[in-house]
């Protein structure tokens, strides 16, 4: 089964709100992380968001403190977790591609920069931003 699969993006204005989702396929056993990553064209890949699936540590990209909030919920009796970026106040440097990748908590459970995870990524979804 692949691990995980994208849902979400698209175009939005400046001020809007915007959801990005992660369907995360495994048990939600607090061993992985699950985040997005992104890259503008012309830009550096960077990473936005990630938190422990099935856990609490959570990171964000100072930029997007305050606008981004990641949530979860675990279905189908542990085995699939749906992580959601929930993306308020967008602004026009928040677009570009979104990936949503896996990877490895460090010590203590702690999920860090997202541009750390490559156990797994996805195709990535387009998000536009007019102003």
């Known amino acids: 089964q692949v691990p995980l699969a994208e849902s979400g993006g698209g175009s939005v204005e400046a001020g809007g709100s915007l959801q990005l989702s992660c369907d995360v396929f495994?048990?939600?056993?607090?061993?992985?992380?699950a985040g997005w990553w992104r890259q503008a064209p012309g830009k550096v890949r960077e990473g936005v968001a990630g938190?422990?699936?099935?856990?609490?540590?959570?990171?964000?990209?100072?930029s997007v403190k305050g606008r981004f909030t990641l949530s979860q919920d675990t279905q189908d009796s542990r085995r699939k977790t749906t992580v959601h970026l929930q993306m308020d106040n967008v602004k026009p440097e928040d677009a570009g591609r979104y990936t949503c990748?896996?990877?490895?908590?460090?010590?203590?459970?702690?999920?860090?920069?997202?541009?750390?995870?490559?156990?797994?990524w996805g195709q990535g979804t387009q998000i536009t931003v007019s102003s």
């Open positions: 990748a896996l990877g490895r908590p460090g010590p203590g459970g702690v999920c860090g920069d997202p541009y750390t995870y490559l156990d797994v």
């Open positions: 495994g048990n939600s056993d607090s061993t992985k992380c």
């Open positions: 938190i422990l699936v099935g856990g609490e540590s959570t990171w964000y990209l100072d």
